[in-house]
């Protein structure tokens, strides 16, 4: 043996053997074999009772099953490479051993982690088939769905209109309350105050109140043009003034990111503040503040469906009068399909910007 | 009377007294290098010109008119008065042509077409009308800073303040930047500089003042102040210079 490898000998001592991640691997790979394949052939028994749903649970059944046999090549891996490993030390080659041992290692804790995700997956099964699958009959009922999804589909056009202006109206908004937060000078600190107090009492106040309390309240109270609103416009109105205290400060957090040297370059050129601001600042935190600012717009738009306290009649409203009609909540699960279907994508975006800025930080 | 003129100029940020009575006279078409230790108070006496820091006391005058103090029209001053900074400090949103034109534009309302002409002609003369549309990030230290100083001169500023405008380049960069102030020197452009480059400040410079811990100690022809000092701390500062191999 030469000196080097006495030393890299030496050194994979420390770095723990293969026995143990391999065995763990191999029971789990055997755990999740058997709790998932027990669980496909209920499915399957269960399949014929469950209605429109007989040939969606026996393809999760196939699928289930199929997907454990993906759990073989990593644990095969494991083991063989930990065999091979014991095979190199006889041999006296501590490189290879410790080569083998880490891709071990490595198969090991790929075949635990798939192990860990499909058993997560296969509880979900396992909950559904609760109770002689009434779970699955309760939130997943296909005559329900069938039933309600077209009138509910339609009534999500009023929350897609309601976030939609929201959203536009937020965005200047929220900009301009965030202008008068950073006011100035002694005139700016009035301006900032007032625009401060009205930050913190509607970040506080929760979405559904502002809701009830704009919706309910300015009718009741017979303010001019403001009780005339009608409860769609209302939402509209209350979702812009809790949102707007939320996108304020996001757009503060971005204005206060610009390094002060942008202003001093600005303003030494002669500009003064509103169009340095203008030209030079704003430009420049609202390309920073894009990804949290979509991140409120999620929330903005999962709230339209508190609009439900005031009467407006949106997909929420409408799925809870077939729910309590046919005492099924598959109507409301429809709802939640359609939020998901229009969120993952904008989440999606959220990421892909997060990770462009995060690639041009580190090119810098 | 001397085309800008600072008297008795006091500023403190907090109990931090930095400037302390400075006195300095600049002529037109001269230009005068201020050099000195880090944190003597170059960089603060220059943005006090510049009215990017209100000062405590003494007066600034520009072509006559008092130009600091309560009322002072600062917009107006920087018009005037250009400043290029240390760390180039373009926008970085916007493209080599649009960073040039943004103020002609906003201020003496240029059209677009007139303000682009006057920055092409500029970018020509330093050698990047080729960078016109390109965005600062893809630039190099030495061409950002060449942008930054056409930024400043499209303004037509009456005197123009270079603050240790070459301190942030790799060396090899530095000579890019330095022969275009020559240029402006040759061409009788009015400059007040804070500078570590003492050989480059023995070559353009009218006058060179000392700065040490916000006052000036000694001011005179470079020849004097870099090759004949009086005062002690000059040339202690000078000694510590040569070491590092900077003049
Ligand atoms: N904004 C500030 N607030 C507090 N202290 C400052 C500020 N700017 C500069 N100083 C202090 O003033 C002194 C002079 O700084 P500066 O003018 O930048 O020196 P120089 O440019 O000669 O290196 C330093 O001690 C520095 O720490
Ligand atoms: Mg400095």
Known sequence: MTLLDVRSAARSATTGGTAGPAALAALATVGTLCFVDVTAIRLVHAAPRSGGWHWALLAIATAGALATLLLIRPVVTAVRRGQQARKAVELGDAVAARA???????????????????????????????????????????????????????????????????????????????????APGRAGRPIAMIATAYVDAFRAVPAIIVIYLVGFGLPLAGVPVLSSMSPTWAAIFALVLTYGAYVAEVYRAGIESIHPSQMAAARSLGLSYPATMRHVIVPQAVRRVIPPLLNDFIGLQKDTSLVTVIGTVDAFTQAKTYSSNYFNLSSVTVVAALFVLITIPQTRFVDRLLARDQRRLQAR | MSFLEIKGLRKSYGELEVLRGIDLAVEQHQVICLIGASGCGKSTLLRCVNALEPIDEGQIRLDGDVVSGEGTDVDRLRRDVGIVFQSFNLFPHMSVLDNVTLAPRRIHRLSREQAQAQALELLERVGLSGKAAAYPDQLSGGQQQRVAIVRALAMNPRVLLLDEITSALDPELVAEVLGIVRDLAAAGQTMLLATHEMSFAREVADTVCFLHEGVILEQGPPEQILGAPTEPRTQAFLRRIIEAGRL
């Open chain 1, 100 to 182: 083998y041992r880490s891709r071990s290692r490595n198969a090991a804790w790929v075949t635990i982690g798939s192990c860990a995700a499909t058993l997560i997956a296969t509880f979900f099964v396992v909950f559904l088939l609760a109770n002689d699958h009434a779970v699955q009959r309760t939130f997943f009922a296909p005559e329900m769905i069938s039933i309600s999804w077209w009138e509910v589909t339609k009534a999500f056009e009023k929350n897609l209109f309601i976030a939609g202006v929201a959203e536009v109206i937020v965005l200047a908004w929220g900009l301009v309350v965030a202008l008068a937060r950073l």
